[in-house]
């Protein structure tokens, strides 16, 4: 098992830009495909970005160009950075993590495909 703990959310106008941190503990983080998901109230949780260790990297169109994700296995943390944030962009920001396999595949952005989670941080984009 591993267990997650997100930070770095908060309120930003548009424009503006924030970086999340998701510091993992437990099993072997390495062994993990990760990922960054949201969710606003309402809405189903949707995959932002998935990143494998070598680098194998995926993210849903609406935030390429603007967000990357990365992580540091020596430190056991992941991390999103969003820059050129839209209102759109507001909900709750989870860190994920699945297994291996998930990162290579086409549905790597459902929920389903992961097994455990954080217990979020809000980002708040304001026009």
């Known amino acids: 098992q591993v267990q997650l703990v997100e930070s770095g959310g908060d309120s930003v106008q548009t424009g503006g830009s924030l970086r999340l941190s998701c510091s993992a503990s437990?099993?072997?983080?390495?062994?993990?495909?990760m990922a960054w998901f949201r969710q606003v109230p309402g809405a189903e949780r949707e995959g932002v970005a998935s990143?494998?260790?070598?680098?194998?990297?995926l993210y849903v169109d609406s935030v390429k160009d603007r967000f990357v994700i990365s992580r540091v296995n020596a430190n056991n943390t992941l991390y999103l950075q969003m820059t050129s944030l839209k209102p759109e962009d507001t909900a709750v920001y989870y860190c994920?993590?699945?297994?291996?396999?998930?990162?290579?595949?086409?549905?790597?952005?459902?929920?389903?495909?992961?097994?455990?989670w954080g217990q979020g941080t809000q980002v708040t984009v304001s026009s």
């Open positions: 437990g099993d072997t983080y390495n062994m993990y495909c």
């Open positions: 994920a993590a699945g297994w291996a396999r998930v990162c290579f595949s086409d549905s790597w952005w459902k929920s389903e495909n992961f097994n455990y």
């Open positions: 990143i494998w260790n070598d680098g194998v990297i």
